[in-house]
């Protein structure tokens, strides 16, 4: 394994006149964000930043960040693209986070209902406390609604992929299909304890969520239409909010129902948040920050025990049958807590292909910034944005950094490896605060991907899929499964 080198970037003093300027150029206005943007959508955006590292040798470089044009007023940032430089976007003393959640545009605040949500707040601004303190406060009511709730839904998820395979309709089963219906009822049920298909939301929340999403992150995205197409429609001109209104009252009228029924928005209101405000918010947090997660996670995470193959299927098998017996037959958090292959993992998953790939920060001051190379000068104002997998798949700090290693951050040596583990907007060894912008379900992230790696092991001793892209994940279609040939039940 390799020896971490990597530390916080810092402004270090004493460096400053060693700190050269970032190489890199931003090219003709208009012109070269248009090519950049091109680049980066069509070459593949490994590929498009790995273009940049090489030839400029240096892994922190000037470029235009996509959409650009119209969409963006500025394209023009500092790419940090090591495991060195890469944290220095987590230190709120030193970047700004206000309206960046997106990158360099904002989606219009009349798909939030008027209001900046906390995704967009910097910790700055007041609200932003509050409102976090909220969803803080929310999950650690509903921490223990979560196990049961995964396990009633992902149950009949397991039960559909079955009655798919066996019914001879198709050779396979889609399983993000059938996670994004199944995620927003574990969601709605963990978070309110209201199953949206119970209300007069009936099944419509994944489709009118999806919609509402796409009007958000459609600028990011490219759906295989003939280019000019796509960079007309998607990536040009924000599209109207008003295709996804009707989509967004019935996900309001759903989120303040079933809020005001589990006393979520009395709550905010002792806090000091109005209903209303309160309201949008949990919205964005249900649809946006936890579905929109999830619909990236899951099949990510499966995915990866796709490929990784029947060996490790094996090997989690009897770790999570094993735990499952010693706790009585019940699957526990303190069962799941003592999976250690189980957890690993996860962690790797996270770390091969973080569900969000990109972070945002505009320098709050003249900076320093260090990469395991150089360090360089950074001007106040001026926009760093990190390319999340290329700080966790740096070679100098993890060793087959390209590679799936499912025992990687097993035993003291693995623990280490956590702090570069960082796809909750900081590292996996640090917690979320009201006072930082880390993802306030940083450890809820963890337990939902590893109790899906837990019931999918207790019912199947191994199985196979086919797994290609899609728009900002993996597709996952199981085309078979070898059921439990050993009990562990729960
Ligand atoms: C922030 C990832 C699930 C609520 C973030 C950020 C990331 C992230 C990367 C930082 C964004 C930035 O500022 O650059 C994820 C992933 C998830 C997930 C990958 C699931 C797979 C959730 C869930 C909630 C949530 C379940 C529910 C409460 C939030 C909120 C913020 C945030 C409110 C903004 C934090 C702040 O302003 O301080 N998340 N998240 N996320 N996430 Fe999550």
């Not at 070459?43 to 044009?69: I, M, W």
């Not at 927003?184 to 994944?206: D, I, K, N, Y």
Request: one cysteine or more; aromatic letters at 10%.
């Amino acid at each position: 394994m390799a020896t971490p080198r990597a530390s916080n970037a810092s402004a270090t003093d004493g460096l400053d006149l060693l700190a050269k300027e970032v190489p890199g150029s931003y090219g003709i206005p208009f012109i070269s964000p248009i090519r950049d943007r091109l680049g980066f959508y069509y070459d593949g955006q490994d590929k498009f930043f790995q273009s940049r590292v090489d030839k400029y040798n240096s892994t922190v470089v000037r470029l235009n960040a996509p959409p650009g044009p119209f969409m963006a007023s500025n394209p023009r940032v500092i790419a940090l693209l090591d495991a060195k430089s890469f944290p220095v976007l987590f230190d709120v003393d030193k970047v700004a986070k206000r309206d960046l959640f997106t990158g360099t545009y904002m989606p219009s605040t009349a798909l939030t209902g008027g209001f900046r949500v906390c995704a967009y707040l910097d910790p700055s601004e007041p609200k932003h406390a509050l409102i976090k303190q909220l969803l803080l406060t929310l999950l650690a009511t509903r921490k223990d609604a979560v196990l049961p709730a995964f396990r009633s839904e992902f149950g009949s998820l397991f039960d559909s992929i079955e009655e798919e395979l066996d019914s001879g309709a198709g050779k396979s089963s889609d399983f993000n299909k059938l996670n994004d219906g199944t995620a927003f009822e574990f969601l709605g049920e963990a978070f309110f304890g209201v199953r949206p298909s119970a209300t007069t939301l009936g099944s419509t929340g994944p489709s009118r969520s999806t919609r509402w999403l796409f009007l958000q992150l459609c600028p990011l995205m490219t759906l295989g239409l003939p280019k000019i197409l796509e960079e007309l429609l998607l990536h040009t001109f924000p599209l109207p909010p008003l295709i996804a209104r009707w989509d967004y009252k019935a996900l309001y009228k759903y989120i303040n129902e079933a809020a005001a029924s589990s006393g979520v928005l009395d709550t905010a209101e002792k806090l000091g948040i109005s209903r209303e405000e309160a309201c949008h918010n949990l919205l964005f947090a249900t649809v946006f920050n936890s579905y929109g997660g999830m619909k990236v996670l899951l099949p990510g995470i499966m995915g990866c025990l796709a490929k990784a193959g029947e060996d490790l299927h094996k090997r989690l098998a009897k770790e999570i049958r094993a735990e499952v017996a010693a706790a009585g037959g019940k699957v526990t958090v303190a069962a799941v807590e003592r999976m250690e292959l189980t957890r690993s993992v996860v962690y790797e998953a996270l770390r091969l292909d973080p569900p969000v790939k990109y972070q945002y920060g505009h320098a709050k001051r003249d900076l320093i910034i260090e990469s395991h190379d150089g360090a360089y000068q950074v001007r106040s104002g001026e926009m760093l944005f990190g390319y999340q997998p290329f700080a966790t798949r740096d070679p100098k700090v993890f060793d087959q950094a390209d590679q799936f290693v499912p025992d990687r951050f097993v035993g003291e040596e693995g623990q280490k490896l956590l702090e570069y583990v960082v796809w909750s907007n900081g590292p996996e060894t640090v917690s979320p605060t009201v006072a930082n912008k880390q993802c306030p379900a940083k450890d809820l992230v963890v337990l939902v991907g590893r109790l899906l790696v837990v019931d999918f092991f207790i019912r199947y001793d191994s199985f196979t899929a086919e797994v290609g892209t899609q728009l900002l994940g993996a597709q996952v279609n199981i085309t078979s499964l070898a059921k439990a040939s050993t009990g562990a039940s729960s």
